[in-house]
T-cell receptor
Framework: GESVGLHLPTLSVQEGDNSIINCAYS??????FIWYKQESGKGPQFIID?????DKRQGQRVTVLLNKTVKHLSLQIAATQPGDSAVYLC???????????????FGQGTILTVHP | NAGVTQTPKFQVLKTGQSMTLQCAQD?????MSWYRQDPGMGLRLIHY???????DQGEVPNGYNVSRSTTEDFPLRLLSAAPSQTSVYFC????????????FGQGTRLTVV
């Protein structure tokens, strides 16, 4: 969820399992959503995005699902690998007219740990 | 292309000192932004720019100044550092267009003592 605090949600999985990371967003006017992966000591890296006129988008081993009714976003990672261990950040764009203008609003993130 | 380059990577300041965090991008992106990331929290927008000469405030602008004299550079200035500004700072650039992803630098870890 979007709660603010010092403790990030965590998800621990075994290598080869599928992972599902969830995110609740707050602004019903948001029209673009992005998932980022952030490894320790590095900047966020783009994983996958989705526009509000879609409810599902697939990439390589990843799928993003968007439920606008309940303002919920999820990231599914298939056959999770140890290299997938990181913090996963969801972001929503509230830019006027659908243009980003660099104004992304981020959730607090989820720590994914993959055990060999 | 180097992408988004931030300098320095680490910095320790004393309370009251000023400094500038540098950010440069070589992708000719119109939009650039500064975020800060604190433990247990997502990134929060400090300032952003939609082009050379145009800047605006984000969610947490107090204590920071920016300017955008060129497309490539977007420095962030701390006027009088405070311990509350201890954080990791990320610069991002975004190409112009509808719904485009942000490209992030590697971050500057700043400690104010």
């Amino acid at each position: 969820g979007e709660s603010v605090g010092l403790h990030l949600p965590t998800l621990s999985v075994q290598e080869g399992d599928n992972s599902i990371i969830n995110c609740a967003y707050s602004n019903s006017a948001s029209d673009y959503f992005i998932w980022y992966k952030q490894e320790s000591g590095k900047g966020p890296q783009f994983i996958i995005d989705i526009r509000s006129n879609m409810d599902k988008r697939q990439g390589q081993r990843v799928t993003v699902l968007l439920n606008k009714t309940v303002k919920h976003l999820s990231l599914q990672i298939a056959a999770t690998q140890p290299g997938d261990s990181a913090v996963y950040l969801c972001a929503e764009n509230r830019g006027a007219g659908g243009t980003s203008y660099g104004k992304l609003t981020f959730g607090q993130g989820t720590i994914l740990t993959v055990h060999p | 292309n180097a992408g988004v380059t931030q300098t320095p990577k680490f910095q320790v300041l004393k309370t009251g000192q000023s400094m500038t965090l540098q950010c440069a991008q070589d992708m000719n992106h119109e939009y650039m932004s500064w975020y800060r990331q604190d433990p247990g929290m997502g990134l929060r927008l400090i300032h952003y720019s939609v082009g050379a000469g145009i800047t605006d405030q984000g969610e947490v602008p107090n204590g920071y100044n920016v300017s955008r004299s060129t497309t490539e550079d977007f420095p962030l200035r701390l006027l009088s550092a405070a311990p509350s500004q201890t954080s990791v700072y990320f610069c991002a650039s975004i190409p112009q267009g509808v719904n485009t992803e942000a490209f992030f630098g590697q971050g500057t870890r700043l400690t104010v003592v």
